[in-house]
């Protein structure tokens, strides 16, 4: 079974240009979470889509944006970018919104915002 | 909010040493999930945890989830080199949605 696929896998982009990544999640699983990795700030939970739903958000601000498709795929938009928005961004995907469930990660976006 | 402290931040051993890594929050989970990154790539799941007191094996790697349902630990017993990399715990709590909220990370390395 295929693991979780990101594309694309790096991305330079300038300060307010606007980003878009990608997410294919695990054949089968229905779950979709970003997450913004940096060195200062560790993991950081964006948000989580389940059936097109956005189901959880986390404490970033409105530039962060994303959505779901009918196949599960997922992506998410970041638009104005800062310079720290330079992140490892990182998507999961489970395979039900249930108590106990697993999250496997893609290998990641690097956005570097020049 | 919930917060997961890891200790420690790193640890430098000598191959074929035993590790021993933990997590500790002053919050409930109901999940403890372990996770493996190297450099450049995504975390990968090396164990989960699902009832307070479990002790799960995978390997040379055994993890607990504590009675108290707010710390877990991981031990690596005869390290190698390949378990150089950075070991993050996360833990979920459904009462707050499918959102893990990760340690700092422990980095891992070997002396061969």
């Known amino acids: 079974k295929a693991g979780v696929t990101q594309t694309p896998r790096y991305l330079i982009k300038t300060r307010g240009q606007q980003v878009t990544l990608s997410c294919s999640p695990i054949s089968g699983h229905r779950s979709v979470s970003w997450y913004q990795q940096t060195p200062g700030q560790g993991l950081q939970f964006l948000f989580e889509y389940f059936s097109e739903t956005q189901r959880n958000k986390g404490n970033f601000p409105g530039r962060f944006s994303g959505r779901q498709f009918s196949n599960s795929r997922s992506e998410m938009n970041v638009s104005t970018l800062e310079l720290g928005d330079s992140a490892l961004y990182l998507c999961?995907?489970?395979?039900?919104?249930?108590?106990?469930?697993?999250?496997?990660f893609g290998p990641g976006t690097r956005l570097t915002v020049l | 909010g919930q917060q997961l402290n890891q200790s420690p931040q790193s640890m430098f051993i000598q191959e074929g040493e035993d590790v021993s890594m933990n997590c500790t929050s002053s919050?409930?989970?109901?999940?403890w999930l372990w996770y493996k990154q190297d450099p450049g790539e995504g975390p990968v799941l090396l164990i989960a945890?699902?009832?307070?007191?479990e002790l799960t094996s995978n390997g040379r790697l055994t993890a607990q989830f504590g009675i108290t349902r707010k710390d877990s630990f991981l031990n690596i017993s005869a390290s190698i080199p390949s378990d150089v990399g950075i070991y993050f715990c996360a833990g979920l709590n459904m009462e707050y949605g499918n959102k893990l909220v990760f340690g700092a990370g422990t980095i891992l390395r070997v002396k061969s």
């Open positions: 919050s409930i989970f109901n999940t």
């Open positions: 999961a995907s489970s395979a039900l919104w249930r108590a106990g469930n697993e999250q496997f």
């Open positions: 945890l699902y009832k307070a007191g």
